[in-house]
């Protein structure tokens, strides 16, 4: 009895390994990942582009150490490689990464949900934003994969597109998004930290990126650059600084990313080139813009492209970048597109004879924008200290070159809009530094090395047809005529 | 924490059935504090608090019978089912700000807390089986082979076999060959292949979040393309080897010959960053290693008053080779850190280290130099070294072979042991010595300041371009801190050779007498004085243990701000019961 309950009992246990072991059924489905969502609705990816990019673009590496200081904005006081021309190769892997495997393909996605679930405003939103963020991109490198990019499912190794054809493919989708934008259909619940489904405002936006873009093309291709402003134009752009697309930091986890750098790093300041000039003319925003000397209270810049400190200087000698973007930065807005830089656009249309209106009161208008955007924070210039300097004759209308200066001055913390235009205008005109390694102050970003690593064929072709052969700093753009 | 219960059951004299389940698992819960004004970003303090839990459950039946048959030959044969579940959850918490200093506790945040969790879960089901025939106790052949189910593949790819056959033939005993001189000879050969699974959850992606912007939530695709088509990994190794004895066994040989080769290896295989991921699972590529072992015992002195030499020599050395990678790849990324990559690069070791160098005379060309010129520095015309555009393969982590020698002295209680170990080849890139170069900290930098800091300059040695040797046809110079810095844009500069060898340890042991541990009712017992790591040379690098590599995973041969490994002196008191 005893021996035939043991048999009993082995046999049971040969049966029961046997049949979990024999029968791989459903084995499969303990590998489905518990972790996270297989699909998400758009509303929680959109807010993920929109911060990633402006993140990166805003953030100090990129700003700071790059797009501020080759426009003369700011200076690096500390570290000063980027400054001399030196750029550091694993940090143009991180912001070509950042944005390819980031926010780009977070609103590739978008616009692919959109499509598939016909959430026209996902289609359209999404195409309006990629263009942001690929002009970025293309602005910094150039050449680069478009039309095959952000395709990983289909092809690792996307070719390089010229970048004419992704100004056409950008402004192409400026327009197709605009024109599908629809108020009363869904939009984004709590995601678009832009416009919060204010779809008329992503209209706006949508014309207004498409105007910078098309003066983008000014001397390289001055035909297509003005039918396309004066499309954006007559379609309408912001009309107001209540139309500017600010990313408004709540503080905490998110915060204005120069406020973060400023809690650790005192690596950067103001450029003597900035700080000069506004002293020429009085600027109020010098106030704004710069703090005084920690010594001796004087306003006091330091020169670009240099090694090390004048002799007898030190750090407390030189203005740091004003408090609005520092100490007191948590919850300071960055700046993706504002009114003020709309109405410098239509000023150089309306010089350049593209639309019909007086470039000299948009040009005033734009500077008197510029100066009351900083109003809701309390800070920036009085109205009378606006007025008096609208009347000084340092300010006075002289053509093109007095909007491209006021220009220049008002994209301060707009880094990557202030380098494309100093590479597209050529004014004010920049010193090149003492220590500057290069022939000429940067006008493009290296290719990184990941790409020589991984895609090296499309990579080199690039390279190639864009001047040279050469992967330099000093090679211009297609649309930089010089 | 280990625990079972397993049945056996003998079911008649030669066939035994065996049941066992088992299950081992660990918790372990690790907790950070950061007091207030803390070198962090603000000084408000924080914690980090994680919890780790994983358990394998085993749950395994076999049946195993011994059978002599006829007179001469021994049969035994095992067949069995194994059932595997790895379980793997951990919960973290991060606090960035104390509202009160010293209290660490979630409900003294002062910003939301961040908490995050994973799990992971895998079963592999197998069946396998052996067979065992020996004759006359000198000549033994083994066959087995199992097959495995494993939850992490595709269906359709997740069943797989593997084999082996083993043999190995005491030919001094078949042959009647011992003697003093040589008393003791065996062969062995074998040939075997194993599958191997993917990690869970490879096969599709989830998304991925981040903290929620005030309310909104944030999600992300994230970087990795999964496969939906992965197969199992597979090995293939054969060994032959030998084992010999002479002079009664006071000096004995092991040597054993092997070749591996790894294929549809399971890889997160970087990618175009424009493709819109930064890798892609792949079974990517086929990786052979081959080899010799060698280790000898030897036992130089004996004496009749019981002192003891024995000795041990151990030496291997292994060669890889990347012999095939998926699709048209050149490479494969293992690892990038600081833009030097550790690579699988087609027709190279595997693991060979990819970046810039500075500019080199070098063929088929010789561009800028002759011929013997070769490997020497091409500097411009103010002494500078260039950086070389082109990427090239500038090391590689794999050591040219290993080895070590202990030497054990006993003398009655008394017993001595010195262990020395090292590596010879092998390369490393140093990043702590690359940033400390840069820097000036480093006591290297002073080459070219010995009488101030711009005197009296630093000499590369190189061809400069109007073909002069600089260092022995010309002197320019520049200054150290240039020729420092601009190591900047060029890793290879800093890859050094790893060569090693350590007095790994030294253990001097007395063995307590029997007579008066017997008095307390022990057996036995020793008292030890042992050092670990006491002695470092490394004569082509400095600044470093060498080997203390990055990481423990495939990526070697990248060190940056390691501890070295620590050097130990202990006493150690053991006692039999």
Redesign the interface.
């Given at each position: 009895m005893k021996n035939k309950s043991?048999?009993a009992?082995?046999a049971l246990?040969?049966g029961?390994?046997?049949a979990?072991?024999?029968c791989?059924d459903g084995?499969?489905?303990?590998?489905?990942?518990?972790?996270?969502?297989?699909?998400?609705p758009v509303?929680?990816?959109l807010?993920?582009a929109i911060?990633?990019a402006v993140g990166n673009a805003w953030g100090s590496g990129q700003s700071l150490s790059h797009t501020s200081i080759w426009p003369q904005h700011t200076v690096q006081i500390q570290y000063p490689?980027e400054e001399r021309g030196?750029v550091?190769?694993?940090t143009m892997?991180g912001y070509?990464?950042g944005y390819?495997?980031?926010s780009?393909?977070?609103i590739?996605?978008v616009i692919d949900i959109g499509v598939e679930t016909e959430h026209v405003n996902a289609e359209g939103v999404g195409r309006i934003w990629k263009s942001f963020v690929f002009h970025i991109l293309t602005d910094y490198f150039g050449d680069?994969?478009y039309s095959?990019?952000?395709?990983?499912?289909e092809?690792?190794?996307?070719v390089y597109d010229a970048q004419a054809d992704i100004y056409d493919g950008m402004l192409a989708d400026l327009t197709a998004g605009v024109g599908m934008l629809n108020a009363s259909a869904q939009a984004f619940?709590?995601?678009d930290?832009l416009y919060a489904n204010d779809m008329a405002a992503w209209r706006k936006f949508g014309n207004s990126l498409r105007m910078r873009l098309a003066m983008r093309l000014s001397e390289v291709d001055p035909a297509t650059a003005q039918a396309q402003f004066t499309a954006a134009y007559n379609a309408g752009g912001f009309t107001s600084n209540d139309d500017n697309a600010l990313l408004d930091y709540?503080g905490?986890?998110?915060r204005f990313p120069l406020y973060?750098n400023y809690?650790?790093r005192d690596d950067h300041a103001m450029s003597s080139t900035m700080v000069d000039t506004l002293k020429s003319m009085s600027d109020p925003r010098l106030f704004l813009f710069a703090e005084p000397a920690a010594t001796d209270g004087e306003y006091r810049g330091h020169g670009n492209g240099r090694q090390s400190l004048p002799a007898g200087q030190s750090l407390g000698d030189i203005s740091r970048i004003g408090n609005f973007w520092r100490a007191d930065g948590e919850t300071t807005p960055a700046t993706v597109l504002t009114y003020a830089e709309v109405l410098f656009l239509q000023a150089e249309a309306a010089e350049r004879g593209w639309i019909s209106a007086d470039p000299a009161t948009l040009y005033m208008d734009a500077i008197e924008a510029h100066m009351n955007q900083y109003d809701p924070y309390g800070v920036g210039p009085t109205d009378t200290e606006i007025a008096d300097y609208l009347a000084s004759p340092a300010v006075a209308y002289a053509g093109m070159n007095s909007i491209y200066l006021q220009k220049w001055i008002s994209l301060f913390m707009t880094g990557p809009e202030a380098w494309s235009h100093i590479r597209r205008t050529g004014v004010p005109h920049l010193e090149m530094g003492p220590d500057l390694q290069l022939s000429r102050i940067p006008v493009r970003m290296p290719y990184?090395?990941?790409?020589?690593?991984?895609?090296s064929v499309n990579l080199n072709a690039a390279v190639a047809r864009q001047g040279g052969g050469?992967?330099d700093l000093v090679t211009p753009l297609w649309w930089d005529a010089g | 924490m280990i625990g079972h219960v397993a049945?056996n059951?003998q079911?008649n004299d030669w066939i035994t059935?065996n049941?066992r389940v088992g299950r081992d698992w660990s918790r372990d819960h690790r907790k950070r504090n950061t007091e207030w004004y803390s070198l962090d970003?603000?000084g408000d303090g924080g914690f980090g608090e994680n919890t780790i839990y994983r358990s394998e459950t085993n749950?395994?039946?076999t049946?195993s019978a011994t059978r002599q048959l006829l007179s001469d030959f021994t049969l035994d044969v095992v067949g069995g089912?194994?059932?595997r579940r790895n379980f793997y959850e951990t919960a973290n918490v991060g606090v960035s700000k104390l509202t009160v200093p010293g209290v660490f506790s979630i409900d003294n945040a002062g910003?939301?807390a961040?908490p995050t969790?994973?799990?992971?879960?895998?079963?592999v089901?197998?069946?396998y089986g052996s067979m065992s025939l020996n004759y006359r106790g000198y000549m033994n052949v083994d066959v087995t082979g199992r097959n495995d189910?494993?939850?992490?593949?595709?269906?359709g790819n997740?069943?797989y076999f593997y084999p082996s056959v083993s043999s190995a033939f005491v030919f001094s005993d078949a042959f009647d060959l011992s003697s003093y001189l040589f008393s003791s000879g065996k062969i062995r050969a074998s040939w075997t292949r194993v599958g191997n699974d993917a990690g869970?959850?490879q096969?599709?992606?989830?998304?991925?979040?981040?903290?929620p912007?005030?309310?909104?939530?944030?999600?992300?695709?994230p970087?990795e393309?999964p496969n939906i088509k992965l197969k199992p990994e597979e090995t293939t190794a054969w060994e032959v080897g030998t084992d010999l004895g002479f002079f009664n066994e006071r000096l004995g040989f092991v040597l054993t010959r092997y070749d591996r080769t790894t294929k549809n290896q399971i890889l997160g295989v970087?990618?175009?960053?424009?493709?819109?991921?930064?890798t892609?699972r792949l079974n990517a590529g086929e990786v052979r290693n081959w080899g010799w072992e060698v280790l000898m015992k030897a036992m130089p002195v004996r004496l009749d008053n019981g002192f003891r030499w024995n000795m041990t020599v151990n030496w291997s050395k292994n060669n890889s080779e990347v012999t095939e990678l998926y699709g048209d790849l050149e490479?494969l990324?293992l690892q990038?850190y600081?833009?030097l990559?550790i690579?699988a690069r087609q027709g190279e070791p595997y693991g060979a280290m990819?970046a810039?160098d500075a500019l080199k005379c070098r063929g088929p060309d010789f561009e800028g130099c002759t011929k013997d010129q070769k490997g020497m520095y091409l500097l411009d015309e103010d002494g500078w070294l260039q950086r070389d555009?082109v990427?090239r393969v500038v090391g590689n982590y794999n050591p040219d072979w290993i080895g070590g020698i202990q030497n054990r002295f006993s003398y009655g209680p008394f017993d001595l042991s010195v262990l020395v170990d090292g590596q010879k080849g092998g390369d490393i890139f140093s990043v702590t010595n690359w940033f400390g170069e840069y820097a000036g900290v480093l006591k290297s930098t002073l080459k070219g300041r010995e009488n101030d800091w711009d005197d009296p300059g630093y000499l590369n040695k190189g061809v400069l371009p109007d073909g002069r040797i600089n260092g022995v046809d010309a002197d320019v110079r520049i200054l150290s801190q240039d020729r420092f810095e601009g190591n900047?844009?060029m890793q290879g500069l800093t890859v050094d050779d790893a060569t090693y060898m350590k007095l790994r340890e030294v253990r001097l042991g007395y063995e307590l007498p029997a007579s008066w541990l017997a008095r307390f009712g022990f057996y036995g017992g020793n008292v030890a004085l042992i050092g670990r790591n006491l002695l470092l040379w490394a004569p082509n690098i400095e600044n470093i243990d060498p080997e203390t590599a990055f990481d423990a995973s495939n990526v070697q041969g990248i060190e940056f701000g390691q501890f070295p490994s620590a050097r130990s002196i202990g006493l150690t008191f053991t006692i039999t019961p």
């Open positions: 043991r048999v009992f082995s246990l040969v029961l390994v046997f979990a072991v024999a791989s084995l499969t489905d303990l590998n489905e990942n518990p972790n996270g969502p297989t699909a998400v509303e929680f990816l807010p993920t911060q990633g490689d030196i550091r190769p694993s892997d070509w990464s390819y495997t980031g780009l393909k977070d590739q996605t680069v994969p095959d990019a952000l395709n990983g499912e092809n690792t190794l996307p619940g709590g995601g930290l709540p905490g986890t998110y973060a809690l650790g990184p090395d990941t790409e020589q690593a991984l895609n050469i992967n | 049945v059951y079911i059935a049941a970003d603000a749950a395994d039946l049946v089912g194994n059932l910003t939301p961040s969790d994973y799990l992971s879960e895998r079963e089901r197998s069946l189910w494993s939850s992490t593949l595709p269906e997740n069943s869970p959850y096969l599709a992606s989830v998304y991925g979040s981040s903290q912007w005030g309310s909104t939530a944030m999600f992300n695709v970087n393309l970087q990618v175009s960053r424009a493709s819109g991921f930064s892609q490479t990324v990038s600081w833009s990559n690579e990819f810039n555009p990427r900047w844009g």
